[in-house]
């Protein structure tokens, strides 16, 4: 986990790491998402460190929650469009 990650009590192998980062030579600031698969993404663009921790302790429960949604209907329209799902009468 990279130093001063900020992460979920959850499994860390299967789970995205959230952390402080700006951008080289600007004062914009971001959380950077580390996913286990070694994938970063950025969300949103902060005034400030203290910006960002704030927003990764009230809102990342939310944005966590949604992108593990995305990522299950995501695998299931996948799945479903191999012809693998089996529907029920």
Same mark, same amino acid.
């Given at each position: 986990? @990279?130093?001063? @990650?900020?992460?979920?009590? +959850? /499994?860390?192998? =299967?789970?995205? !790491?959230?952390?402080?980062?700006?951008? !080289?030579?600007? /004062?914009?600031?971001? %959380?950077?998402?580390?996913?286990?698969?070694?994938?970063?993404?950025? %969300?949103?663009?902060? =005034?400030?460190?203290?910006? %960002?921790? /704030?927003?990764? @302790?009230?809102?990342?429960?939310?944005?966590?929650?949604?992108?593990? =949604? +995305? =990522?299950?209907? *995501?695998?299931? *329209? +996948?799945? @479903?469009?191999?012809?693998?799902?089996? %529907?029920?009468?």
């Amino acid at each position: 986990m @990279a130093r001063g @990650a900020i992460a979920y009590d +959850r /499994d860390d192998s =299967r789970h995205p !790491t959230l952390v402080p980062d700006r951008l !080289t030579g600007d /004062d914009v600031w971001y %959380v950077q998402v580390l996913f286990p698969d070694g994938r970063i993404d950025h %969300v949103g663009v902060f =005034r400030d460190k203290l910006e %960002v921790r /704030d927003w990764i @302790a009230q809102n990342s429960a939310a944005w966590l929650a949604d992108y593990e =949604r +995305r =990522r299950m209907n *995501d695998r299931w *329209d +996948r799945v @479903a469009s191999a012809g693998k799902v089996l %529907v029920a009468n």
